[in-house]
């Protein structure tokens, strides 16, 4: 089955750098590529997602993109800010499936 | 904006009880699902659950666990019999259409003593 990978684990940017967090998946099948943010004790929100005809996405100071080939695909966050810290999950998803299958999470935390 | 809402927001129980975890997706999604999340670690697919059958469900969800669409809102997971490794916090998520976004309810925590 899927196996969705997640790297970092941990990330520390300072307050207005960029953060990246990467992630990889094994199925050549999964066409679904959503993110989540999670902040403590709360559900999953979804933030942005990207679908396999596309190879990027942007939503204000979101970006995703989506490298079929290799099966990589990355969340990239400016201009952070302090509510920008919380736990990001990236996930994929094979819409036939229907399951959403998770990476192990990465915590942003983001430095004054 | 309609949401997913789920309750009880925090169950407690004792090992060998049954629990009964109920969920209300947003009321046009036609698709279902359960989550867990143990504390910690990321979120792992339990089941799904389409025109009043199950579409698929992961190695977790054995015997001891049961889904039900009572009537036309809720969709509930059930727990026979507890075990200390089902603590956990359980996510109903519902979508509408098969390529559609799927939404999370604010989960239930269920701590097992």
């Known amino acids: 089955g899927e196996n969705v990978e997640q790297h970092p684990s941990t990330l520390s940017v300072q307050e207005g750098d960029s953060a990246v967090i990467k992630c990889t998946y094994s199925?050549?099948?999964?066409?679904?590529f959503p993110w989540y943010k999670q902040e403590l004790g709360k559900r999953p929100q979804l933030i942005i997602d990207i679908r396999s005809n596309v190879g990027e996405k942007k939503d204000q100071r979101i970006a995703v993109t989506l490298n079929k080939t290799a099966k990589h695909f990355s969340l990239h966050i400016t201009e952070t800010q302090p509510e920008d810290s919380a736990v990001y999950f990236c996930a994929a998803s094979i819409n036939r499936d229907d399951k959403i299958i998770f990476g192990k999470g990465t915590r942003l935390h983001i430095l004054p | 904006e309609p949401e997913v809402t789920q309750t009880p927001s925090h169950q407690v129980t004792q090992m060998g009880q049954e629990v009964i975890l109920r969920c209300v997706p947003i009321s046009n999604h036609l698709y279902f699902y359960w989550y867990r999340q143990i504390l910690g670690q990321k979120v792992e697919f339990l089941v799904s659950?389409?025109?009043?059958?199950?579409?698929?469900k992961s190695e977790i969800f054995d015997d001891q666990f049961s889904v039900e669409r009572p009537d036309g809102s809720n969709f509930t997971l059930k727990i026979r019999s507890t075990k200390l490794e089902d603590s956990a916090m359980y996510f109903c998520?519902?979508?509408?259409?098969?390529?559609?976004?799927?939404?999370f309810g604010p989960g239930t925590r269920l701590t097992v003593l």
């Open positions: 199925d050549s099948a999964s066409n679904y």
């Open positions: 659950f389409y025109n009043n059958e199950i579409s698929e």
């Open positions: 998520a519902s979508k509408r259409g098969p390529t559609d976004t799927q939404y």
